[in-house]
């Protein structure tokens, strides 16, 4: 399958962004939580439910913990679960929905195996095992928020649903990753589309439109799970070679793509796909978001829900929160703290974007609100 | 078109092109306003690009928003949904009732630089998880949460994700690692790159710029302004990330693409199918199928092989025979007996009355065959007219043609059942020897007409011959009828073109029988022969190659649908002189078949100069096994004969000499291979009857081949029980006992956690000693493909590489099957065997021993003593000689 690179010369420039923050939103660090000395890898928000747009959860060593964003500036700690493996280290969290609205929150890490939480009851509903290795990331389809999908160090992307515990497709094999798979994201609207990034310094664009069946099949399946006809999708619709390093973040920004690599920057870029015939296309590069000292891999960025404001932390504990939609791009904000200096894994933007948490790797939650923001 | 690009070199040479001319003071001048222009231009270009952003990421801004807010919509009916529902808002509570919730700092008492200091602690005894806050204001706040704990899940190994492979497949070109791979190591928390360590890698070749809209605008503006000289292309390159040269390159592709625009003058190449030569139709046939496996787009003999012509030709299977049957009524035979009944028509005319009524109730005793013969006779008559082109002269000359040509689609049935308003001279004609055989209801005036035309004797000959054959040509002609059966569907062509043809056969016929005898053969030349397009005189070559000069066949086999055998016959019985007259459509027999052996003999030479060019290629590279000497990569190999040489097919025509591929290599002759069966270098397979090739004295087993059903005497492969009426298996049911990895008669294997180490494959029913289990398939790939995976393998501690033979590895990493997670034993119950299986290598596993049901396998990995791991290792003492006792052994086989 042949490998896509991006158009270069005149005509073909992106619309980098300046770092000269333009201060329309101003936030100011407000709180600090230390959960301990083990790195902190993910923390999200759920925008499932609209009840739980204030919770949070974070993942780091063998626990998985869930706060709610007080609206004084505070945390609240909810429930916290921890994996009797000590040897367990997650490396990913998403919030789930079960098919009744129950909250779900999904988490997975070194040992590969993925662990579905029901939030309500404090319950492990469902623990998945199938991937080969570790997990690198989870993501959850809003339109069908129970249908999960997971990045693998086994160079793997799996499509689970949570409600049957089925393994619904494997997207690996002739034209798959061939190293870990670091990130995968689901289209936000064509619900058949994914994009998958990882080690071996593609992203790589799958549609399971032709295997969608299988997907309808899981809701009703109700013999065992391992029976189920799981399916592989080898080839990707798109193989993108965007970066020449470790891609270790991707997400659909609309029909445009953001990922980035070590290259201390994010970049957003439209794959032009044709639907008759796979990996054939074309990329534009469109927009670049720098971000100073991010060169180090598995650090992530996150949007709010309209993805209006985008937050990425860097190797020093520097937080930039772009307009990511604005042309160019627009720093809105660099958020600093003199006590915060160890590598920030993730960030979580608030629904509105008015609070930003991030997650660093010395095992503590930092979390900054917007200064007179109308709502609080 | 021609004007166009008349005009086009006009124009061009119009153009200003200075290149040998020093910069004038005028022109420096003209370089100075070219620089601001083009820097101008480029400015423009670039804001239209920001804008062009703009307008997308805002297109797709609102997009998105939309989605968004539908989104959010389908979020607060969730709400409102577990709110009806009373499920509770878990989350939300539980903040609410307080207890877990702390309130130590306010975030309006100042700028916030005193922040709160929380920590958490976990109590494992206790299963709580405590979270104190101190600071700020001072007060201090402890929260308790019960930790949940989520109980141990046993893991399961760990493994890449891989692909079943039920056959070996070669490496797709781009599934090499790389140049450059880097291999974390999480341990060590290393990167470590796996780039080539050889430098006789060829540098990539110098990529070649292409040119963005923006790019060409400039290079248009400036040469049009300034024409194309050197100093103008130098200031192009400040501004074009190209060389010159490509730069002028493009100006002249952008001048063409331009004037042609401006012309608007697109040329409409609809090219007919039939304009291609049959090399370029057959050209997808010829890269894309394997003549080994018999597949297109083998996956592991790859595309684009040699093509080996055999050297011996089959033996034409029909020859041409005088008493033959004529094929259809477009047969040549009956024209030859057109010509020899004209001597003696008058003792004709009479018998054939007989004859007919013979005929007709001979044939209604068998409707069935008859019928299934008319159709054939139908597809006959449809492939002559197919190609109107071809089929038009003849028609204009029939007076008859032009009613039957055009019948309207209603008249389709009409015209089958013989109306008596159609010129039945000419459709009746055939329609009694067509319809005599279904039904006898013609009326006598009908035949009367017929009787009453110049040239009765021509269809009593017709009917007279087909009678007497008509037993024995049975299974022939429901052949055929089946065969053309999906032909049938639409009557209404059919029997129009059949009627056309009806017309034309007519008139030639009446043409030759008006013509001297002499004539004849050239007459009908005149019309047939000047419409032979490329691909049907290809594919009558091809005929002839096939075939022999039948041209029943050829034009049945080849050009059905396109020529007739009487246009066949007539083409092949040209003579030269006639032909030289065309020598772009025509050519004598002698010089077709002079030409066919020329080009054999051409498309040989290429063969040949590819298997030199790749010879070449691989001693350029010297990365065979040996020269590699890489001591440091983990393979497993199998067992007996050390190391084997792939085979290639040579394509030798005559005898295998020192020249072939296959001598040179070392290998076998093989079926494959172009040379004759009596080559000295083949392999000549086995006689084996009562043995079942299970021991050495089989001489395909003791060189580690499996029996070939195509090679051996007495091995060949019985399907079914003889239920079906196939022939029973000979021999008394003997069977060969080696080739079981040809028939795929392997057991089944069951994967799972090993007792020694990660995955490990069981048996599940039990095997005795030396039964085949099952085959080690993977990715074929190169040696240096396979150092440059085995590093990262090695670093990893599991590598799937087995050594196949000197050109190739199998990789089991991705693609494979269950047998790649049979562990490694020193002292194993399986052993891995290579084995030659219709020239291709292939691992088969056996057992050493009986083993019983649900057993974990092993084998020896036999990895070299300088590259095993220390798991891997031998025991020192008797285990080594044993090795290389049975090495030796190994070698003696091979003899």
């Given amino acids: ?376 | 078109m021609a004007s166009s690009s008349s005009k086009a070199s006009d124009s061009s040479s119009q153009r200003p092109k200075r290149p040998d001319q020093g910069p004038s003071g005028k022109d420096a001048a003209g370089l100075v306003a070219l620089h601001g222009k083009l820097a101008q231009l480029k400015r423009q270009v670039q804001s239209t690009r920001l804008a062009a952003i703009k307008e997308r990421v805002e297109a797709n801004r609102k997009a998105l928003q939309v989605h968004t807010c539908a989104l959010f919509d389908v979020a607060a009916a969730a709400e409102v949904a577990s709110r009806g529902a009373e499920g509770g808002n878990a989350l939300s509570r539980g903040a609410a009732e307080g207890h877990r919730r702390f309130v130590g700092w306010d975030s309006a008492s100042g700028p916030g630089e005193r922040e709160l200091v929380h920590v958490q602690e976990e109590n494992l005894v206790a299963g709580t998880l405590v979270l104190s806050s101190s600071g700020g204001s001072g007060a201090s706040h402890r929260t308790v949460v019960q930790l949940v704990k989520l109980p141990v899940v046993d893991k399961i190994p760990p493994y890449t994700t891989w692909i079943f492979l039920d056959k070996n497949q070669r490496m797709a070109d781009d599934q090499s690692v790389g140049r450059r791979r880097i291999y974390y190591d999480p341990i060590v928390n290393e990167a470590l790159i796996c780039s080539e360590s050889d430098d006789d890698v060829p540098e990539p070749e110098e990529e070649k710029h292409v040119f963005t809209e923006g790019e060409d605008q400039l290079i248009w503006k400036a040469t049009q302004d300034h024409g194309l000289s050197r100093e103008v292309l130098n200031v192009l390159c400040q501004f074009v990330d190209a060389t010159p040269s490509e730069i002028e390159e493009r100006s002249e592709v952008l001048f063409e693409k331009y004037e042609k625009q401006s012309q608007s003058s697109y040329k409409t190449d609809l090219q007919l199918f039939l304009d291609k030569t049959m090399d370029v139709a057959l050209d997808s046939f010829d890269n894309l199928f394997c003549r080994r496996c018999l597949v297109f787009d083998c996956r592991l003999h790859g595309c684009s092989q040699n093509l080996v012509f055999p050297s011996e030709k089959q033996p034409y299977g029909h020859e041409l025979d005088e008493n033959k049957r004529p094929c259809g009524d477009q047969c040549y035979l009956r024209r030859r007996e057109v010509y020899q009944d004209t001597c003696n028509d008058d003792r004709n005319a009479c018998t054939t009355y007989n004859m007919d009524s013979r005929s007709s109730s001979l044939k209604v005793s068998a409707t069935i065959l008859s019928e299934s013969e008319d159709s054939n006779r139908d597809e006959d008559n449809i492939k002559s007219t197919s190609i109107v082109e071809t089929s038009r002269s003849k028609i204009t000359n029939s007076e008859y043609a032009d009613k039957s040509v055009t019948p309207p689609p209603g008249d389709a049935s009409e015209t089958e059942n013989v109306s008596p308003d159609m010129p039945l001279r000419t459709l009746g004609r055939r329609k009694i020897s067509k319809h005599a055989s279904k039904s006898n209801d013609h009326s006598p005036d009908k035949r009367q007409k017929i009787y009453s035309s110049p040239f009765p004797f021509a269809m009593s000959v017709l009917n007279k011959q087909s009678v007497p054959e008509i037993g024995e040509t049975c299974p022939d002609s429901i052949e055929s009828a089946v065969d053309q059966l999906p032909s049938l569907d639409d009557p209404n062509k059919k029997i129009s073109t059949k009627d056309m043809c009806a017309g034309s056969t007519t008139n030639t016929t009446e043409n030759t029988l008006r013509d001297n005898n002499n004539n004849l053969f050239i007459s009908n030349k005149e019309h047939s022969i000047s419409h032979w397009s490329a691909l049907e005189r290809d594919l009558y070559l091809k005929g002839i190659e096939i075939f022999g000069k039948n041209s029943c066949l050829i034009a049945r086999n080849l050009l059905s649908g396109l020529k007739t055998c009487m246009e066949v016959a007539s083409y092949m019985y040209n003579n030269g002189a006639a032909m030289a007259k065309r020598p772009l459509s025509g050519k004598s027999i002698l010089g077709d078949f002079a030409e066919a052996e020329q080009g054999y003999m051409e498309q040989d030479l290429v063969a040949r100069t590819r298997i030199c060019r790749r010879k070449g290629r691989a001693r350029k590279l010297k990365y065979t096994w040996k020269s590699a000497g890489h001591p440091t990569v983990r393979k497993r190999i199998g067992d007996g004969k050390q190391w084997y040489t792939q085979y290639n097919p040579c394509g030798c025509q005559q005898m295998c000499g020192k020249d072939c591929a296959c001598v040179e290599n070392g290998t076998c002759c093989e079926k494959y291979c172009g040379c004759s069966k009596s080559c000295k270098n083949r392999f000549r397979g086995c006689h084996c009857a009562k043995s079942q090739c299970r021991s050495r004295q089989c001489p395909c087993f003791a060189a580690s081949r499996e029996c070939d059903p195509d090679v051996c005497r007495n091995c060949w492969v019985s399907c079914g029980d003889g239920s079906l009426g196939e022939p029973l298996a000979r021999g008394d049911g003997y069977q060969c006992g080696n080739m079981k990895l040809l028939l795929k008669q392997q057991q089944r294997i069951l994967l799972g956690k090993s007792d020694v180490a990660g995955w490990g494959a069981f048996i599940k029913n039990p095997v005795n000693r030396n039964d085949y289990l099952g085959e080690y398939t993977g990715e074929l790939i190169s040696h240096r493909e396979a150092d440059k995976r085995g590093k990262i393998y090695d670093r990893a501690n599991s590598s799937f590489l087995f050594d196949l033979n000197e050109q190739y590895v199998l990789d089991a990493y991705r693609k494979g099957d269950k047998l790649k997670f049979a562990n490694h034993s020193s002292n194993p119950n399986c052993y891995a065997k290579v084995m030659l299986v219709a020239g291709d290598h292939r691992v088969g596993i056996y057992a050493k021993d009986r083993i019983e049901a649900s057993e974990e396998l092993f084998y020896d990995y036999r990895y070299g003593p300088d590259q095993a791991p220390a798991w891997a290792r031998r025991p020192e003492g008797s285990k080594k000689d044993e090795a290389s006792v049975s090495h030796h052994r190994a070698h003696k086989v091979a003899r």
């Fill in chain 1, 1 to 376: 399958m042949a490998k896509l690179g991006p158009g270069q010369g005149l005509g073909c420039e992106a619309a980098v962004g300046l770092l000269a923050p333009s201060r329309k939103r101003e936030y100011k660090a407000c709180n600090k939580l230390t959960e301990g000395k083990r790195p902190l890898y993910a923390i999200g928000f759920n925008f499932l439910d609209f009840h739980y747009y204030e919770v949070f959860a974070t993942v780091g060593g063998n626990r998985v913990t869930t706060y709610s964003c007080l609206k004084d500036g505070n945390f609240a700690i909810l429930q916290a679960y921890i994996d009797e493996d000590k040897d367990e280290s997650f490396y990913t969290l998403s919030w789930a929905c079960d098919l009744d609205g129950t909250p779900l929150l999904v988490a997975a890490g070194s040992n590969g195996i993925i662990r579905v939480i029901n939030c309500a009851t404090e319950k492990l509903l469902k623990t998945f095992v199938g991937h080969g290795d570790s997990i690198n990331e989870i993501r959850t389809q809003a339109l069908k928020p129970s249908l999960i999908i997971s990045a693998s160090k086994d160079e793997s992307v799996r499509l689970w649903n949570v409600h049957t515990g089925i393994c619904i497709l494997i997207f690996a094999g002739a034209g798959g990753h061939r190293n870990e798979v670091l990130s995968v994201d689901f289209h936000p609207s064509d619900i058949y589309r994914i994009a998958s990034c990882g080690m071996d310094n593609t992203v790589k664009i799958w549609s399971m439109k032709e295997f969608w069946p299988y997907v309808e099949q899981s809701f009703t399946w109700t013999d065992l799970p391992s029976k189920f006809p799981t399916k592989y999708v080898q080839f990707p619709v798109l193989v993108a070679v965007v970066h020449s390093n470790y891609v270790d973040c991707t997400r659909w920004l609309g029909d445009f793509i953001l990922s980035k690599s070590v290259d201390n920057e994010i970049v957003l870029w439209e794959p032009k796909t044709k639907e008759q015939s796979p990996g054939e296309g074309s990329i534009d590069i469109l927009q670049k978001y720098p971000v100073p000292e991010c060169d180090i891999w598995f650090i992530k960025f996150s949007c709010d829900f309209h993805f209006n404001q985008l937050a990425i932390g860097n190797r020093e504990g520097k937080v930039f929160v772009w307009e990511v939609q604005s042309s160019p791009p627009v720093l809105t904000a660099r958020l600093t703290n003199p006590q915060c200096k160890s590598a920030i894994r993730q960030t979580a933007v608030s629904f509105d974007g008015s609070t930003i948490l991030a997650c660093s790797e010395d095992g503590s939650i930092w979390r900054w609100d917007e200064v007179d923001h109308p709502k609080a």
